[in-house]
């Protein structure tokens, strides 16, 4: 057993960290929160030329070859500093399906340009149920000709406006569970995106589906079995976004602690209160498990061995945690940390926000149920 | 990062398992159950000296004191293996006192007690406490005036569990009356055979004893003081790292028969474990169960890199013991009125070992520093709030 980095990592971390910190501030998260794209091309670019995009990649389509423990490094520091933009719906769900499902030619095609900050993706999975289940799909591939004609709504998709592929998870047969993905360009006709208007400002949209044409070679996988794919790409998903929860976590704890050791009530520094230590002492334990949980799963992914239980733990963990961790931190600041100004509030929605993605707690929780009964 | 038990490990814990499957007779268990899985019965003693045989109390130590030279991570899941079986778990002497003496004892000292405890030949109990000195461990009153080559000691302790059963005393004592706050206090091995020591029981209750233990004018040999004179409040403070290294699989062997019960149990026409709430309470508590495994073997991780655990100790016995409570409390509401029926009860599921494990879990967030104790450290310690 080993808790700690290796200095190679240590050494990611620091650089991610040094970059971000200067060109993704909170000025930067509120001006994207109110633009359009939602996200710096520029910075965009640059991660891209660092590699940072082509961490799940194989070098056969030139990636970096597959580190998800490393990705969990950067995704970290990604939600330390709230980074705007696609890049967890193209490297991450995106990725993750291309490189789960994909054929030779379909990866052969999009893998590198992910790798080289070429291509976005999105991954359109929920409808109007607005839940993770096969069931909730209602959309339907008609085939028609050697083609499939998708016709239906999309809701809550992720940065769908500036993607240049939506995998979309349809219905291709009356059976609860026969779904199929398919790989839909943005840009073909019939396709109608609307964005969003959200509390993070991050973007998500309604994607309209009418009768467009997809051919049967952009089907990701097989037909009617789209469904375990995006299980797998959901778990990996969940724990990704613990990663970036653990981040955001943490720079709550860099701006709560050295808060309370310098604000003074009564003649002392608020942090000398132990009904205010306690709290921090909580704050300190939600993040301490949950680094630990993602880290865990991040490293079973990595390893091969199974994950899905360790996904579902760290996911339903983390998802109560650092929600509750931002809470106990706005009580201990007190009304300035209620403030627009304040940083905090920009960790108190994205924690909801991430909360609810692939999967809440009460979600995990029942998945987790299922592994023991 | 790796999370992963070494093949070595693997194959060592699979021995202790077979072993403790072996060993483990109903009497051992009964009687473990009747001292509140402390050691020092009978049952206990033959079990553990055969254990310890194959160096297993003590894994983590060098050969020369009867340790096997192997990591602290093996020694921290072979507690787990012992918590999960309910042969005693408890071990003052191996797992608190043993690390202290070990970082601050003497040569001769290590000599003459280290090979005694890995062999499981001799057990210790804490005594700390005192009726005016609990969470506050420096305002003990306790007096160990030297003179010549022995200390001469008087006063008393409470809450010093197992003292009934064990050999020897670790005592933490005033030596130095006048000095500052935290610089008086010795630690010193105290034989709890010696004249002038009076044991006296204290009922806890889950039904199993702990002790006031009173000293009137007990000689100690001046060779049983633990490191330097005056210094015993810093040693006690890493023994209590040490002790604060909590196994919970005593608890999560609880968790286990609540889910079998649930599985096995038809309420309504259906088995409990397809009520959705008892889901979501269930996979709660098995998640906690997960991150507290990896808060604890932290603590094993820094100790094979050679640093004393600190406040990452309170943090795994604080989320250890309140999860303990959610997993008692949670068989209670699951096995409904069943639950408070007590073993041998007319009626009683799960042999009425709910309604005990209820009350002995109350005791689990107090002893060895309360819950507020430990937060306290997390804060002063591990995120640097000013203490005033």
Same mark, same amino acid.
């Given at each position: 057993m080993n808790y700690d980095f290796t200095s190679e990592q240590n050494i990611l971390k620091e650089s991610a960290h040094k970059l971000l910190a200067k060109e993704c501030t909170g000025q930067h998260v509120r001006e994207m929160a109110e633009d359009e794209q939602g996200f710096s091309l520029e910075l965009w670019e640059q991660m891209a030329e660092l590699g940072w995009m082509s961490l799940l990649i194989p070098e056969k389509y030139e990636g970096s070859g597959v580190n998800f423990f490393d990705l969990s490094i950067f995704l970290s520091e990604m939600g330390y500093h709230c980074l705007p933009g696609p890049f967890f719906s193209t490297v991450v769900s995106g990725g993750l399906a291309l490189l789960e499902a994909g054929s030779d030619a379909q990866k052969g095609k999009i893998l590198p340009? #992910?790798?080289?900050?070429?291509?976005? #993706?999105?991954?359109? *999975?929920m409808e109007e149920e607005g839940r993770y289940s096969p069931e909730g799909i209602k959309l339907g591939a008609r085939k028609k000709n050697g083609h499939f004609i998708l016709s239906g709504k999309k809701l809550f998709v992720p940065d769908a406006h500036v993607s240049d592929i939506i995998i979309c998870a349809a219905r291709t047969s009356d059976d609860l569970k026969s779904i199929t993905l398919f790989l839909a360009e943005t840009k073909a006709k019939g396709i109608r995106i609307q964005l969003l208007d959200t509390m993070a400002g991050d973007k998500q949209c309604e994607v309209l589906f009418d009768h467009v044409e997809i051919p049967e070679e952009n089907i990701l996988g097989e037909l009617d079995r789209g469904w375990p794919i995006l299980k797998k790409v959901l778990l990996k998903s969940a724990v990704a976004k613990c990663a970036e929860m653990s981040g955001g976590a943490e720079k709550v704890m860099d701006l709560v602690i050295p808060y309370v050791k310098g604000r003074k009530q009564f003649g002392r520094p608020i942090g000398a209160f132990q009904s205010v230590q306690h709290q921090c002492a909580n704050m300190l334990t939600y993040i301490e498990t949950m680094k630990y949980l993602m880290y865990?799963?991040? *490293?079973? #992914?990595?390893?091969?061995?199974?994950?899905?239980?360790?996904a579902s733990i760290c996911k339903a963990w983390a998802s109560d945690s650092y929600r509750k961790l931002v809470a106990l931190g706005h009580q201990v600041i007190g009304g300035v940390g209620f403030m627009e100004e304040y940083d905090l509030q920009l960790y108190f929605k994205r924690a909801k926000a991430a909360e609810q993605l692939f999967g809440d707690a009460d979600f995990h929780r029942e998945w987790v149920a299922r592994g023991m009964f | 990062m790796d999370f992963h038990f070494s093949n070595e490990d693997k194959k060592t814990l699979k021995e202790v398992r077979s072993f403790i499957k072996a060993e483990t007779t109903p009497e051992l268990i009964a009687e473990t159950h009747k001292l509140g899985h402390i050691y020092g019965g009978k049952e206990g003693r033959r079990f553990?000296? /055969?254990? %310890? &045989?194959? !160096?297993?109390?003590?894994?983590n130590w060098p050969e020369e004191y009867g340790g096997l030279g192997r990591s602290a991570v093996l020694n921290a899941a072979i507690r787990e293996e012992m918590a999960y079986a309910s042969v005693p778990v408890v071990f003052v002497a191996a797992h608190m006192a043993g690390p202290v003496i070990m970082h601050f004892g003497s040569d001769e000292m290590k000599k003459e007690w280290l090979l005694q405890i890995a062999r499981g030949e001799i057990e210790f109990s804490l005594g700390y406490t005192e009726p005016q000195a609990g969470s506050d461990l420096s305002a003990l009153d306790i007096r160990a005036v030297l003179k010549g080559d022995r200390f001469i000691v008087s006063g008393q302790k409470s809450f010093n569990t197992a003292s009934h059963v064990a050999d020897y005393h670790w005592l933490a004592a005033l030596t130095d009356p006048d000095a500052k706050r935290y610089h008086g206090m010795s630690l010193m091995i105290a034989d709890l055979k010696s004249p002038g020591i009076d044991i006296r029981p204290m009922t806890t209750m889950a039904g199993w004893q702990t002790n006031e233990v009173f000293y009137n004018d007990v000689e100690v040999p001046g060779k049983n003081l633990v490191g330097e004179i005056n210094h015993g409040f810093f040693y006690l403070m890493s023994a209590l790292d040490y002790e604060r290294m909590y196994p919970l699989a005593a608890y999560e062997k609880v968790f286990d028969m609540i889910v079998k019960y649930a599985k096995e149990t038809i309420t309504g026409g259906q088995p409990v474990s397809k009520n959705p709430i008892v889901r979501q309470k269930l996979a709660q508590i098995k998640i906690q169960l997960e991150a507290n495994r990896l808060l604890y073997y932290r603590l094993a991780h820094m100790v094979d890199h050679g640093q004393i655990p600190n406040y990452q100790a309170s943090m795994q016995k604080l989320f250890a013991t309140e999860t303990a409570q959610l997993i008692t409390n949670t068989g209670m509401e699951?096995?409904?009125?069943? &639950? @408070?029926? /007590?073993? !041998? &009860? /007319?009626? %009683?599921?799960?042999?009425? @070992?709910?309604?005990?494990?209820?009350?002995? &879990?109350?005791v689990e967030t107090i002893y060895a520093g309360t819950s507020e104790i430990q937060r306290n450290i997390i804060a002063l310690r591990g995120l640097k709030l000013p203490s005033k």
């Open positions: 340009d #992910i790798s080289n900050g070429r291509c976005k #993706i999105s991954l359109a *999975w865990q799963a991040a *490293w079973r #992914i990595d390893k091969g061995f199974s994950f899905e239980k360790e | 553990i000296r /055969k254990f %310890a &045989s194959n !160096g297993w109390l003590t894994p699951i096995l409904g009125p069943y &639950s @408070q029926m /007590k073993e !041998g &009860s /007319k009626h %009683a599921v799960l042999s009425g @070992q709910m309604e005990n494990y209820y009350r002995t &879990s109350v």
